[in-house]
């Protein structure tokens, strides 16, 4: 229908002004009262197109109003006007015609316009004609994007009439691609088309894809000769991988070229309605239950007529072999559908290698989230061989403290580089205070660590939820960390994920740092290899402890307020995070962050590579990616990068 | 063979003795064959104890004799559960299936019955078509093997690959869980063919009984109680004897007992598929009662539980991991059900429901560092036989291993 | 020893009933049985709040049948066993006269084999997957064909989608869901490549590869739309990648199903404005009543909470069993039930509900865009739409019916002209 109004629109274009109503557009939308009252996208196509061909200056404005939904119905009267909220409950409303204010209403007296967003596509593009020449760029932008989004065969004109007068470079630049896209669905010349699918088709764009695909659509069909007179994509035979034999019947069938099959259903159907006496076709009732029986039964009720005879294979063989099948183009030109297929040849490759760009950035990406969230395991099952089940409990606490700083901290920049020390602080505390109350009497019983450590956890687990509640508190990311960094149509990421990344490699320089270059981190491995050794060394390992423990915990709570900006931030956060981990962490090497990294690595890229080969169920890429992590542990017990020699302790 | 079996473990024969009386007690005063003074919803609970406490029996020779600290014996339970709920489920649909069939004008062929058996079914997850592993579902006998081979198998099957590349300690733990939580999550999953997230339900009511839920309660507590006596004087066997000797030298220094000549792989294999074996016939039994599986039952936490309850009520005995699990999981039905008073403090009020997770998570980090004998260590004071005198040195490399001293004694 | 300390851990639990059942006997008791530990506590412990709040209104009327109505409020604690275990105390020990509960559908599944062996009454609030019509059970959230359905033709008729994503949490509501609207949408003429769907693990939280998969779906040129009956938690995330992968609305819509105020008051919603959500009850519905309830539940429980969808199924459900009750002069079950099909009750969005034969409800279906303040704008009102407890659009259910009070079945097949159960096959 939009179409048919469009293809009006054109002509109707010529002689505007010189039609222009004279009493204004009240009456137009009076005229259609009912159904602009009533706003469903399928009836109210006509109502648009009166409204966009009175010619009337102000019907841009109207239209304009009408899709930022203030247009108002007065109910007394059915008269429409623009409104604007006035004091309470009351609107102020304005006449489109004289541009005068009718009054202030009462909003139990109007009814509001609240066009769909169906609607709202179909008034943008009645407004394309007005706004693409629009001195405004934002309205011209508009113009341009209700085109990509319905494009139609009718604003090719207006829309290459406007390109060179089109200030803008950027989008004269997009008018020019859209003049190219409208060219290939509906330019009437088929050079001209094929000549843009050609110029197009090394364009990575969904909406270029968008263009060609529809050219190449085929429908399948079938006859008892090949018709010469249509675009034809292929024939198919009957029993190959593309038309399986019980397909091609079912065309035939569909096509009243075939007598239907008789199912099972079918036969006890018949049968029923055949009984007699208690038999059927000799066969008593009680022995019906078996198909065999009820073949018989069948065959019976076939040759005295009362039933159709079955379809036997020979009756299936003899209507294939009667006629051929064959697909064909909806587009009637072979030209345009052979550039179009070799275009999309060419762009498929290439979707095809960034699809596997994206792919990485996405495992790159999960793999840094793991790698936060083990980081500190990293440190405190790592370095010091403590199991820490809590240690998702710290991601939490992290993420609420980054939660409750919002609170205080309107601005998010601000509040989320005061939320990063505090989260560590919050955490380091946390870990120093669990070390020194629980773990250190632990020590020599690791088991029993996990034990306590697990009771620690259910504990802050249930805290969390009594102190916050159960349901998910809002921790936003600050404005400059939105949207997406895009490569093209195919290949995006995130700011937030690059920003999880980027600190994932800082944590990892920082742990580099410690370790390598300090006085605590060199104590820590003094520590962590002989405690006696380096106590009677002058150094305190009680402290040293304390302090590592202390540290991993801090780390925890800085990757929950990261893990809190991209998911969500909940009591039960941690427990999402724990066993992946720990197999980060296991699979990886214990006792070296390198490993972690390994390990996470290739926890992240294996998640995805599953995922992509079994698209629909994302569920089942995490089952095998733990049975991958069992059986890997089977060839590699102590992980990727193992420690060797007297390091490797036990 | 000096003393008999029963002389060398007295404990077992008081173990036995208070079961009985408890079961018998439990029926006198049940709804189905009393006086009436318990609910039946209190009876299931006491049955499905039961169950827990056989299940901790099983992690306490696992764990507590041979040192593996399992994170995965609820996926056995659970898959014991699964097993002879496919039975319960299809046996059950069959029966209502036929009888709405039958009042059709055409007899069902048998494959229209197995037809609308699976619509009924697997209808609620979208499907109509029973699996594979729905094979043996109409056969009780077939099912109930399976309760015992499919569970037995899992375990054989990992403990080998697991024990054979010499994992230990913490990372068999953490194994253990991850086995546990890719069970769960395949389970979860709709194409898994067990119905996914909504398990299989309605177990209480047995098909062809129609024994009220007080009479089949009873039955069940019986059945529990009977399997639970068992399943300790197994465990109390394998502990008793020259196994049990090398078992705890496995828990205390495996390599020591590996340099001694034994086949420390094969003994840890079996105890693990016994165990499991143990935990798949405690499910089996669980579930009909609980009336509903689903694969959240088989979470990791669930396995953690477990080692909760032995850990508190004392390892290393059997009878602490009994009382463990008794203990925990009845105290943990009167907080959660809002039975316990509130407790006001003035300016908050301390409502169980919300408390109750932190009051255990803290009890149990208190009794792991100054109580590792758990509940089963205050029958120590009761006997008179008094903590050991830990003094001397250890003979193990674990605290809890013992002592010269107590070695002698 | 571990028998004696169990019979006294169970003598103290059956002490403690044993007094509360006691306490108080000229109550009438409803039951609640909402997870307020666990996973799903999120939900449900505004159910609870809901319930209370509505018992305390009740008692401040006068009470039912001259009698104060007490609450009885147990915790199933998300665990799905648990929750037969509560509702046969619950109906047992205490002696509820009903219950009100549950929002999974397993644990409705849970709690059907006891409802109905101990004929109990159990009020669900929560929109489900049908296929589903216990005697014991009022349905007063929607059934497919008052929430999917309507939503899907919004997408055909309004939005003009010619291409479907269906993601979900992967169990048993957005299965069958899917599998309705699958059938639904092939019957409509939209061709099996044109349906994609996906299912995600509960709390899913890594949706950047689903989004970008959506968006490519459009590469032939057809709108694509999203229906999701993705839940809980995992919608965060979901919503929060969305709006990252700068997919408008206009471009590709989202209707959610399981996405409320409640949810939404998790996220910044800035960017989200436009996608859609289809429930009965919205709680920018702008009539007197709703007003007056959201008042007097921002009153209750502070400021910033919200009202949604299934809190307005449980006050209707409620009322309606209070007038029932009323009618009957009794609470008995089975005269409460007799006297439920065919009560009206007003609806907070304006308009009555109507108690079906079928124990389900027939209200009208809303439509709403999502705001910049989390709340929604109602934008599509259909007329009322009885529930239908057995879809016509999947052949096996297509020829069923439920109807309680002319037939005495919940599960009739119209072609052989039988009953094919009485009791749920859960």
């Known amino acids: ?650 | 063979m000096e003393r008999s079996f029963v002389a060398k473990n007295p404990s077992v024969l008081v173990f036995l003795a208070i079961l009985s009386l408890f079961t018998l007690g439990v029926t006198v005063l049940s709804e189905g064959f009393g006086i009436g003074v318990i609910s039946t919803s209190f009876v299931k609970t006491l049955g499905k104890t039961l169950c827990l406490c056989l299940i901790a029996v099983a992690m306490d020779l696992v764990w507590g004799f041979t040192g593996i600290l399992s994170l995965g014996h609820f996926a056995f339970f659970g898959l014991g559960g699964y097993m002879i709920g496919m039975w319960l489920m299809y046996e059950r649909t069959r029966l209502i299936v036929v009888e709405s069939l039958s009042q059709a004008e055409i007899p069902p062929t048998s494959s229209e019955v197995v037809d609308a058996i699976g619509t009924q079914i697997f209808g609620v997850v979208g499907s109509s078509e029973f699996p594979l592993i729905w094979a043996f579902s109409d056969s009780l006998f077939l099912q109930l093997a399976l309760v015992v081979l499919v569970p037995g198998l899992l375990a054989l099957i990992f403990g080998w690959l697991a024990f054979r590349s010499r994992v230990t300690g913490v990372y068999l733990s953490i194994l253990t869980q991850a086995m546990t939580l890719a069970l769960a999550l395949y389970l979860f999953q709709n194409d898994s063919g067990l119905r996914g997230n909504n398990g299989l339900s309605g177990l209480q009511n047995l098909p062809g009984v129609t024994a009220s839920q007080d009479v089949v309660s009873v039955w069940f507590l019986w059945a529990s109680a009977f399997a639970l006596g068992l399943g300790y004087m197994l465990a109390a066997w394998v502990v008793s004897g020259k196994f049990g000797s090398v078992i705890r030298g496995i828990r205390d220094n495996e390599a020591r007992v590996r340099f001694l000549g034994y086949s420390v792989e094969v003994y840890k294999l079996a105890v693990f598929t016994l165990t499991a074996c143990i935990a798949a016939i405690a499910g089996a039994l669980y579930y009909p009662q609980a009336g509903i599986i689903n694969p959240e039952e088989m979470a990791p936490i669930a396995s953690i539980y477990l080692a909760v309850w032995v850990a508190i009520g004392g390892r290393g005995r059997l009878y602490g991991a009994v009382i463990g699990a008794a203990f925990v999981s009845l105290l943990s039905t009167w907080f959660t059900g809002g039975q316990a008073p509130d407790i006001p403090l003035g300016f908050y009020t301390i409502k169980w429901v919300d408390w109750w997770q932190v009051l255990l998570g803290v009890s149990f980090v208190l009794v792991t560092l100054f109580a590792p004998q758990g509940i089963g260590g205050l029958f120590d004071l009761w006997t008179n036989r008094r903590a050991p005198q830990r003094h001397g040195a250890a003979l193990g490399p674990d605290e809890s291993a013992l002592r010269e001293k107590e070695a002698t004694e | 020893m571990t028998s004696l300390k169990s019979t006294l851990a169970g003598s103290l639990v059956f002490a403690a009933m044993a007094t509360a059942a006691l306490a108080e006997e000229d109550t009438i008791k409803v039951g609640v049985l909402h997870s307020l530990s666990g996973t799903m506590a999120i939900s449900e412990t505004t159910l609870k709040d809901t319930m209370l709040m509505l018992i305390d209104q009740q008692n401040a009327k006068g009470g039912l049948l001259g009698k104060q109505l007490e609450a009885v409020v147990v915790d199933p604690a998300s665990d799905w066993p648990l929750f037969a275990e509560k509702a046969r105390e619950l109906l047992t020990v205490h002696e509820v006269d009903v219950i009100f509960g549950n929002w999974t559908s397993v644990s409705r599944k849970s709690v059907l084999p006891v409802i109905e062996e101990l004929n109990g009454l159990l009020f669900y609030p929560v929109q489900y997957e049908g296929e589903e019509s216990s005697k014991n059970v009022f349905y007063t959230g929607a059934a497919p064909n008052q929430q999917a359905i309507p939503a899907t033709d919004y997408f055909l008729d309004e939005l003009g989608v010619e291409k479907f994503a269906l993601l979900g949490t992967d169990y048993v509501y957005p299965r069958t869901t899917n599998n309705i609207l699958e059938s639904y949408l092939k019957g409509k003429g939209i061709a099996d490549e044109d349906i994609f769907v996906n299912y995600t693990p509960f709390g899913h939280s890594d949706w950047s590869k689903i989004v970008a998969d959506v968006v490519a779906l459009g590469a032939d040129g057809k709108k694509v739309g999203v229906i999701s009956t993705i839940n809980g938690d995992a919608n965060i995330g979901f919503y929060k990648e969305l709006a990252a992968a700068g997919v408008s609305a206009d471009d590709i819509p989202v209707v959610a199903f399981s996405v409320g105020e409640e949810e939404l008051s998790g996220l910044d919603t800035a960017n989200l404005v436009g996608h859609l959500a289809a429930w009965n009850y919205f709680q920018s519905a702008d009539t007197d009543v709703n007003a007056e309830f959201v008042e007097t539940w921002k009153a209750t429980m502070g400021d910033e909470r919200v009202t949604n969808d299934p809190m307005e199924a449980h006050y209707i459900g409620f009322n309606m069993w209070v007038n029932a009750a009323t009618e009957a002069g009794s609470t008995e079950v089975d005269d409460v039930r007799a006297a439920m099909y065919g009560q009206e009750f007003p609806n907070l969005t304006g308009g009555t509900a109507v108690m079906l034969p079928n124990h389900h409800l027939a209200k009208p279906v809303l439509i709403g865009e999502i705001q910049e303040d989390g709340q929604f704008d109602i934008i599509s009102e259909t007329d009322v739409v009885p529930g239908d407890a057995w879809t016509d659009f999947l052949p096996e259910s297509a020829v069923l019916i439920s109807d309680w009070k002319e037939l005495g079945c919940g599960m009739y097949n119209t072609e052989t002209k039988t009953c094919v159960q009485t009791l749920s096959n859960y």
């Open chain 1, 1 to 650: 229908m939009l179409r048919l109004f469009l293809a009006g629109l054109a002509i109707l274009c010529a002689c505007l002004t010189a039609n222009a109503q004279e009493g204004g557009l009240q009456p137009i939308l009076q005229e259609h009262q009912e159904i602009i009252a009533k706003s469903s996208r399928k009836t109210i196509g006509p109502a648009i197109e009166a409204i966009a061909s009175s010619g009337l200056p102000q019907a841009q404005v109207m239209l304009e109003t009408w899709a930022a939904k203030n247009v108002w119905m007065r109910k007394s009267d059915g008269l429409f006007f623009a409104g604007k909220k006035g004091e309470g409950r009351s609107y102020e409303l304005t006449d489109f015609d004289t541009g005068e204010i009718v009054g202030t209403f009462e909003k139990s007296d109007l009814k509001q316009l609240k066009p769909n967003s169906g609607i709202r596509a179909m008034i943008g593009t009645a407004l394309v004609q007005f706004q693409l020449t629009d001195p405004d760029r934002a309205k011209r932008l508009a113009a341009l994007t209700s085109i990509q989004r319905d494009p139609e065969g009718a604003l090719l004109e207006p829309l290459r009439a406007s390109i060179d007068e089109e200030p803008d470079a950027d989008l004269k630049a997009q008018k020019q691609r859209l003049e190219r896209l409208l060219t290939i669905g509906y330019d009437e010349d088929t050079a001209a088309r094929v000549a843009a699918i050609e110029e197009m088709s090394d364009d990575l764009g969904v909406d270029v894809r968008a263009a060609l695909n529809p050219l190449v659509v085929t429908r399948l069909q079938t006859a008892t000769d090949l018709p010469s007179d249509v675009n034809i994509a292929g024939v198919l035979q009957p029993g190959s991988d593309d038309l399986s034999r019980d397909a091609a019947y079912d065309l035939l069938v569909a096509s009243d070229l075939a007598a239907p099959r008789v199912s099972a259903d079918d036969i006890r159907a018949a049968l029923a309605a055949n009984i007699d006496g208690g038999r059927v076709g000799g066969v008593p009732v009680a022995q019906l239950n078996s198909d065999a029986a009820r073949a018989q039964a069948y065959a019976a009720l076939a040759e005295a007529g009362t039933v159709p005879a079955l379809i036997t294979q020979t009756d299936i063989d003899a209507a294939l072999g009667a006629h051929v099948f064959f697909e064909t183009y909806a587009e009637p030109s072979g030209e345009v559908t052979a550039a179009a297929e070799k275009a999309l040849e060419q762009i498929e490759l290439k979707v095809g290698l960034n699809q596997t760009l994206d792919l990485t950035l996405d495992a790159i990406s999960l793999a840094s989230i793991y790698f936060l969230a083990a980081i500190g395991l990293a440190i405190t099952f790592g370095v010091m061989g403590v199991i820490n089940m809590a240690h998702g409990e710290f991601i939490m606490m992290g993420a609420y403290t980054g939660y409750v700083v919002q609170q205080f901290i309107p601005d998010h920049t601000l509040s989320i580089i005061v939320a990063i020390p505090m989260a560590f602080a919050v955490t380091f505390a946390m870990g120093v205070a669990m070390e020194r109350l629980v773990i250190r009497w632990l020590y020599s019983r690791p088991l029993e660590t996990l034990l306590a450590t697990f009771g620690i956890s259910i504990a802050l687990q249930q805290l969390a939820k009594n102190i916050f509640g159960t349901q998910a508190r809002p921790l936003t990311a600050p404005g400059w960390l939105d949207g997406a960094w895009v490569l093209n149509d195919v290949v995006s990421i995130s700011y937030i994920r690059i920003a999880i990344f980027v600190l994932a490699m800082i944590f990892l320089g920082l742990f580099l740092y410690i370790m390598k270059r300090t006085r605590l981190g060199l104590e820590m491995r003094a520590v962590t290899q002989n405690p006696r050794m380096a106590g009677s060394m002058g150094i305190n390992p009680g402290r040293v402890n304390m302090l590592t423990f202390g540290l991993g915990s801090g780390i925890a709570g800085i990757a929950g307020v990261a893990i809190g900006l991209f998911a969500k931030v909940t009591s039960d956060l941690g427990s999402d995070y724990i066993v992946q981990s720990f197999m980060t962490v296991v699979v990886g090497g214990v006792g070296n962050i390198w490993g972690a990294l390994a390990g996470a690595g290739m926890i992240g890229f294996l998640q995805k590579g599953i995922e992509w080969m079994n698209p629909s169920n994302t569920l089942a890429a995490q089952t095998y990616m733990i049975i991958f992590i069992i059986i890997f542990i089977q060839f590699r017990p102590r992980g990727i990068i193992a420690l060797k020699g007297r390091a490797a302790g036990d």
